[in-house]
C-alpha cells in the first residue's frame, strides 16, 4: 500500500516488476555501451586527424631544413629530410590502417544503436497498446456479464490476442539479443584493439629502421660524444669576436 | 718624431678607443726598461714615456716609415760597428733567453698550479693566460734557430758580421708567420685577461688571489716581477723589441743601402719590414676588435634614457644622412658602388642558417605538440576501450592501457624532455648568438653608407678615410668571422640533428618494447616476418587479418533484429576504397536509372557517350566509370585546354574523363546495356500491337545498319539491337511506367512489368557490382537461342541464319573475347560466328 498521493499504481501490466526490471537492465546496458562506443568512435576519428598533422609536421621538418639552406645542403641533412619523410608516410599510413581497423568500424558500430532504440521503441509500444486492451478487458470483466459484454469481452479477447503475441515476440527477441549483443562487445572490439596494436608495433619497428639508417648516414657516436660535441661547439661560437659574450 | 705622425690618418674612434683603454684599463707599461748599448742610440724613442702599449705599435710603424728613407747607416769606424754587430747580436739572443725563461716560469710556476688547484667556475684561466703555451713553443723555436744560425754557442766571434746579420735577418723572415699568428691571439686576448685579472681582484675570488700570491711569492726568488699583469704583459713587450734591436743591427751595417749586392742588408729590411707587419696586423685586428665590441651592442637592449643621452647632434646628423641614403638604397635609385661580393655570399649563407635554425626550432616544437596529442589520443582510446569492457576487461585490454600510460605519462614526456634539453635549448642560445653577427651587419651597411656618403661630398679628406677604415676594419672582421660562425653554426645544427635522430629512435625502441607484450598476448601476431616485406604489405596484411577476425565476429549478427540491413561491413565502399591501390577514389556510384535519364534529357545525343572501359580515377577531380556507362560530355577539353580528358556527367557529379573511353552513344547503345540484362525480355509484352509496330520499325533500321567488318574491332554503335525493343521506350526520357502502361493491356500485366522493371534495375545493379569485382561480365549463357533477325554469313567463320532457327551456343565470345560474336552451331552441325544480340534466348523451345 502506498501513501502517497501523487504516486499513481501503475497500471498494471502484463509484464512481472521482474521482467520490466530485467528489461530496463538490458536498455541500460545497452545506453552505456552506445556511450562508450560513441567515446571510441570519436577518438578514433580524431586520433586519424592526428595521425595526418603529425605526418606532415614530420615532413615539414625535413623539408623547410633542406629548403632553407639551399643548393649546398650536404647528405647528411639530405638523409635527415628522408628519413623524416619516411615518418611522414609511415605515419600516415598508420593513420590509414587506423582509419580501415579502428574508425571505419566503429562507425559502422554505432549504426546500430538508433536501429536497436527504434526496437526498443516498437516494443514499448507494443507494451503499451497490449496494456491498452488489457484494461479495456478487464474494465468490461469487471462489469455485469450481459450477453452484450460477453460478446464484447470475445472480441476484446480476440484482438488482444495478436497484439499480446507482437509484443511477447518482440519483448523475447529484445531480451534474447541485447545480452548477447552486449556481450559481443569484447569480441568485436577485440581485433579492433589487436589491429591497433599491431600497427603501433609495426610503425615503431619501421620508424627505427628509418632512424636507424638516418643515424648511420649522419654518422654519430654515441649520445654523449655528441653532447659534448655540441658543448664545445657552442664554446667556440661564444668565443668568436662577433658573437656577444653576455 | 712627433707622437702624431704615427697615427695622422688615424681616425676618431680609434684614438677614443685608445684613451678609453688607456684611462679605463689603467694599462701602462711600467717602464720599458731596454739594454745599455741599445737605450744610447734610440734614446728618442725609448726615453719616451709610453702611455699605451698599442701606441708603440704605430709608432714602430711610423718609425720604420722614415727610416727607410731618411736614416742611413751611422758612419762609424769600422771596428765599431764590428763589435756593435756581435753586441746587438747577442742582446738579441740573451734577452731571447730571458724572455723565453719568463714566459716558461708564467707557465710552469703560475698558469699550471692555478689550474690544478680547484678555484670555482667564474675563474676562467685560459682566458687570463690565452695561448701563452703556444709563445712559449715559438720563442724556444726562434732562440734555436738564432743559436744555430750564428753558431752562438761555438763560433760565434769568429763568425763574419754580414754572414751574421743576413743569418738574423733570414731566421726572422722564416719565423715570420708563424710569429703572427701566435701574437696575434695572444695581444687579442691581452685586454681581455687584464679585464679579468681587475674583475679576480675582487672580495670574491679571494680563493683566486692567495693562490696566485703563493705563487708569485715561489717565483720571486727566480726573477724580479710584482704581479701576474706584469708577467702577462711579456710576449707583448717583447713582440715590440724584435724591430728595434734589428734596426739596432741594421744600423751596424756600412754598406750603402743600394748596393744590391749585399744580402745581408736587404734580408734584415725585409725582416724589419715584416716585422711592422706584424705589429700592424696586431694592431689592426685589436682595433677592429674594439670596433666589434662597440658595435655589437647595438641591437641589444637599451634603455630609453641611455638612448636619449647618447643623442648629439653629431648623431643626429650621422642618422638623418645614413636614412636618406637608406632610403634611396631601398628604393634602388642608388646602388652602393662598394660592393663586396664575398661578403654578400657571407651574409646569405649567415640569414640561411639564421633562418633553417628558425624554422628547425619552430617545425619540432609543432611536431613534439603533434606528437603528444596523437599519443594522448591513443591513451585516451585505450581507456575508452577500458570504459567499454567495464568489468569483463581482458588481460590484453588491461596490459595495453598500462602500456599506453607508460608511454604517454614516462616515456613520451622524457623523450620531450631529453629533446628540449638536448636539442632545443642548444639551438635556441645558437639562435640569441645571431644577434650579435647582425647587429654588426647592419652596423657594417650604416657605416658603408657614410662611406659613400663620404665619397659623394667630398668632405675633408681625413673624414673619409675613417669613414673607410671603420667600414673597412667592420668589413674585415665579419670577413674573418662571420664564415667561422657559420661553419660553427651548422656544425651545431647538424649535430643537434643528430641528436634529435637519436632520441626519437631511442623513444620509438622504448615505446615498441613496452607494446610488444600487448601484441604478444594478441591473437595475431603478423610482424613476427616484419622486415622480409615491403611496408605496405605490412599494413595490408594487419587490415587483412583484422577483416578475418572481425568477420568471425560479426558474422551471425545479420540473424539479429536489432542489428540493422545496413550493417555490412564488408560490401561498404568506404573499406573498399582504402585499398591502398586508389588512394583517391571517391566513393564508386553506380550510374543508377535515375542519373542516366537526366543524361538523357539534359544532353543532345551528339554529347552522349558512354564508356567502353572502367576506369579508376587518378586523382579527385576525375570520375570514375565502369564499361558501358552513360556520360554528358560537358566540354570536350580540360581546363588546361587538354583534348585528352573531357569534362563529364554521369548525372550525379561532374569530373574528367580520358576521351579514348568514350565513344559517340545513342539509345540503341544504351539499350544494348540493357540486352546484355537477359530478363525474359520482350517475350511478356509482345501481345500489344504498339510493341509489334516498333518491332517492325527496328527490323527497318536493322536491314540498313551495316554490319561489321571485323570480329574484334566491331564498334558498338554500329549494331542495331535486336533484344531491347520492349525496353525502348522505357529508356526514353519519359517516366519508365507510362512507357510500358502502352504496352500493357490489362493491369495485371502492368504490375508485371513493372516488377520486371524493379528487377531489372536490381539485377543491373548487382551486375554492375559484379563487373567491378570480377571484371568480366557474368553472362551465363543459355544454351539454346532462337534467332531474331536473319544474318548472312560474309565469310567461312561466320554462319548464316534465319528468322526463328534455333541455335546451339558454342562459346559466347569469339577468338579474340569479343562478346558480340558468338559461336553459334546450328542443328546441321554446322558452326559458325553470329552476332550476339541478333538472338535471344529460347526460354520455351
Not at chain 2, 685589436?286 to 634614457?305: A, F, I, P, W
Amino acid at each position: 500500500m502506498n501513501w502517497n498521493p501523487f504516486y499513481r499504481q501503475p497500471k498494471k501490466s502484463i509484464l512481472s516488476k521482474m521482467e520490466e526490471r530485467d528489461f530496463e537492465r538490458e536498455c541500460a546496458k545497452m545506453q552505456q555501451l552506445e556511450e562508450s562506443s560513441k567515446k571510441i568512435s570519436k577518438t578514433s576519428k580524431k586520433l586519424v586527424v592526428a595521425h595526418h598533422a603529425q605526418g606532415k609536421a614530420c615532413g615539414k621538418l625535413g623539408q623547410d631544413l633542406v629548403a632553407d639552406l639551399g643548393d649546398d645542403a650536404p647528405p647528411s641533412l639530405e638523409s635527415f629530410k628522408y628519413a623524416m619523410n619516411c615518418q611522414h608516410i609511415l605515419t600516415v599510413d598508420k593513420g590509414k590502417v587506423l582509419q580501415q581497423v579502428l574508425a571505419d568500424p566503429m562507425k559502422k558500430y554505432m549504426t546500430i544503436f538508433p536501429s536497436c532504440t527504434s526496437h526498443i521503441k516498437s516494443r514499448d509500444k507494443a507494451l503499451q497498446e497490449t496494456n491498452k486492451v488489457q484494461a479495456k478487458l478487464e474494465k468490461y470483466e469487471d462489469k455485469e456479464h450481459t450477453a452484450s459484454n460477453s460478446v464484447k469481452i470475445e472480441q476484446i479477447k480476440k484482438s488482444l490476442q495478436p497484439v499480446k503475441e507482437d509484443f511477447q515476440q518482440k519483448h523475447s527477441t529484445l531480451m534474447a539479443e541485447m545480452p548477447t549483443f552486449y556481450d559481443a562487445r569484447l569480441s568485436y572490439i577485440r581485433p579492433s584493439l589487436e589491429a591497433v596494436v599491431s600497427v603501433q608495433c609495426w610503425f615503431h619497428k619501421e620508424a627505427i629502421r628509418v632512424l636507424e639508417e638516418c643515424s648511420q648516414e649522419l654518422g654519430m657516436g654515441t649520445k654523449e660524444n655528441a653532447e659534448k660535441h655540441v658543448k664545445t661547439l657552442m664554446q667556440e661560437v661564444n668565443a668568436l669576436s662577433i658573437t656577444s659574450d653576455d | 718624431m712627433s707622437e702624431h705622425d704615427g697615427s695622422s690618418s688615424g681616425d676618431i674612434i680609434e684614438d677614443q678607443a685608445k684613451n678609453e683603454l688607456a684611462e679605463g684599463n689603467g694599462f701602462f707599461i711600467p717602464t720599458v726598461t731596454f739594454e745599455d748599448s741599445f737605450e744610447k742610440t734610440d734614446t728618442d724613442i725609448l726615453n719616451e714615456n709610453y702611455g699605451h702599449i698599442y701606441e708603440s705599435f704605430e709608432r714602430l710603424a711610423a718609425f720604420s716609415e722614415k727610416d727607410r728613407s731618411i736614416c742611413n747607416p751611422i758612419e762609424g769606424n769600422a771596428d765599431n760597428r764590428q763589435d756593435k754587430c756581435k753586441h746587438v747580436i747577442q742582446e738579441l739572443v740573451d734577452t731571447e733567453e730571458d724572455f723565453l725563461q719568463d714566459v716558461r716560469i708564467t707557465i710552469d710556476d703560475i698558469m699550471k698550479p692555478l689550474l690544478d688547484t680547484k678555484l670555482s667556475r667564474d675563474v676562467d684561466i685560459e682566458t687570463l693566460f690565452g695561448n701563452i703555451e703556444d709563445i712559449e713553443r715559438f720563442s724556444s723555436s726562434l732562440l734555436l734557430s738564432l743559436r744555430e744560425a750564428c753558431n752562438y754557442d761555438t763560433s760565434f766571434n769568429l763568425m763574419d758580421n754580414e754572414e751574421l746579420r743576413d743569418k738574423v735577418g733570414q731566421v726572422f723572415i722564416s719565423h715570420i708567420s708563424i710569429m703572427t699568428d701566435v701574437y696575434k691571439i695572444y695581444c687579442r686576448n691581452h685586454d681581455d685577461a687584464i679585464t679579468l685579472l681587475e674583475k679576480y681582484e675582487n672580495e670574491e675570488f679571494r680563493q683566486f688571489q692567495c693562490k696566485l700570491i703563493e705563487c708569485l711569492n715561489s717565483v720571486k726568488k727566480k726573477v724580479n716581477a710584482f704581479d701576474l699583469g706584469s708577467f702577462l704583459i711579456k710576449p707583448v713587450q717583447r713582440i715590440l723589441k724584435y724591430p728595434l734591436l734589428l734596426q739596432e743591427l741594421l744600423k751596424t751595417s756600412k754598406q750603402e743601402p743600394y748596393d744590391a749586392r749585399n744580402d745581408s742588408y736587404y734580408s734584415l729590411m725585409e725582416a724589419i719590414n715584416s716585422l711592422h707587419e706584424v705589429a700592424n696586423t696586431i694592431n689592426e685586428v685589436r682595433r677592429r676588435k674594439d670596433l666589434v665590441r662597440k658595435y655589437r651592442k647595438g641591437s641589444q637592449e637599451v634603455h630609453l634614457t641611455d638612448k636619449i643621452s647618447r643623442l648629439s647632434l653629431h648623431s643626429v646628423k650621422k642618422k638623418s644622412a645614413r636614412i636618406s641614403l637608406r632610403l634611396s638604397h631601398a628604393t634602388g635609385i642608388n646602388q652602393p658602388d662598394t660592393v663586396d661580393l664575398k661578403f654578400n655570399e657571407i651574409e646569405r649563407d649567415f640569414k640561411d642558417l639564421e633562418k633553417a635554425v628558425k624554422l628547425f626550432l619552430q617545425n619540432s616544437d609543432a611536431f613534439l605538440e603533434q606528437y603528444q596529442n596523437t599519443l594522448s589520443m591513443e591513451l585516451l582510446f585505450a581507456e575508452h576501450v577500458a570504459d567499454l569492457c567495464l568489468s569483463d576487461q581482458t588481460d590484453m585490454v588491461l596490459k595495453y592501457n598500462f602500456a599506453m600510460r607508460l608511454v604517454v605519462e614516462d616515456l613520451s614526456r622524457c623523450f620531450q624532455d631529453e629533446t628540449l634539453f638536448n636539442v632545443h635549448s642548444p639551438l635556441s642560445s645558437l639562435l640569441a648568438k645571431f644577434k650579435g653577427p647582425q647587429a654588426l651587419i647592419d652596423k657594417r651597411f650604416d657605416k658603408l653608407l657614410d662611406y659613400e656618403n663620404c665619397l659623394k661630398n667630398p668632405d675633408t679628406k681625413e673624414k673619409t678615410q675613417m669613414a673607410k677604415n671603420v667600414y673597412e676594419a667592420l668589413n674585415h672582421q665579419l670577413l674573418d668571422e662571420l664564415p667561422k660562425f657559420c661553419e660553427l653554426g651548422f656544425q651545431l645544427l647538424q649535430a643537434c640533428i643528430g641528436i634529435y635522430i637519436h632520441l626519437q629512435r631511442e623513444f620509438q625502441l622504448n615505446m615498441l618494447k613496452s607494446l610488444q607484450p600487448v601484441l604478444e598476448m594478441g591473437r595475431q601476431s603478423p610482424l613476427l616476418y616484419v622486415g622480409t616485406r615491403s611496408s605496405q604489405h605490412d599494413t595490408i596484411s594487419i587490415v587483412e587479418n583484422y577483416k578475418l577476425d572481425l568477420k568471425e565476429v560479426v558474422e551471425h549478427w545479420g540473424s539479429y533484429i536489432i542489428v540493422p540491413n545496413t550493417f555490412n561491413l564488408f560490401s561498404s565502399p568506404i573499406l573498399r576504397r582504402n585499398s591502398s591501390k586508389k588512394p583517391y577514389s571517391k566513393v564508386e556510384t553506380i550510374q543508377t536509372d535515375e542519373c542516366r535519364m537526366t543524361l538523357l534529357q539534359k544532353y543532345k545525343p551528339d554529347n552522349l557517350y558512354t564508356a567502353i572501359a572502367p576506369v579508376t580515377p587518378p586523382s579527385e577531380i576525375d570520375l570514375s566509370c565502369i564499361t558501358n556507362q552513360l556520360f554528358g560530355v560537358i566540354k570536350k577539353q580540360d581546363p588546361l585546354g587538354n583534348v585528352n580528358k573531357w569534362l563529364c556527367d554521369n548525372g550525379a557529379t561532374q569530373g574528367f574523363l580520358p576521351s579514348r573511353i568514350l565513344r559517340p552513344s545513342n539509345e540503341s547503345d544504351y539499350g544494348v546495356y540493357f540486352a546484355q540484362r537477359k530478363y525474359p525480355q520482350s517475350s511478356c509484352l509482345v501481345p500489344g500491337e504498339q510493341c509489334l509496330s516498333v518491332y517492325e520499325d527496328t527490323k527497318q533500321v536493322s536491314k540498313h545498319c551495316s554490319v561489321p567488318s571485323s570480329h574484334s574491332s566491331g564498334s558498338l554503335e554500329s549494331y542495331q539491337p535486336i533484344g531491347t525493343i520492349g525496353f525502348k521506350d522505357t529508356v526514353k526520357p519519359q517516366p519508365c511506367t507510362t512507357g510500358i502502361a502502352v504496352l500493357c493491356r490489362n493491369d495485371e500485366e502492368q504490375r508485371i512489368a513493372k516488377s520486371i522493371l524493379a528487377n531489372a534495375s536490381i539485377d543491373e545493379a548487382d551486375e554492375m557490382l559484379d563487373d567491378t569485382e570480377y571484371g568480366e561480365t557474368a553472362t551465363n549463357p543459355k544454351k539454346f537461342y532462337r534467332v531474331e533477325f536473319p544474318f548472312t554469313a560474309r565469310t567461312t567463320l561466320e554462319l548464316s541464319v534465319q528468322e526463328g532457327d534455333m541455335l546451339t551456343l558454342i562459346v559466347p565470345h569469339d577468338l579474340e573475347g569479343n562478346a558480340e560474336w558468338w559461336l553459334m552451331a546450328d542443328n546441321k552441325t554446322k558452326q559458325g560466328y553470329v552476332p550476339a544480340n541478333y538472338m535471344v534466348k529460347a526460354e520455351y523451345l
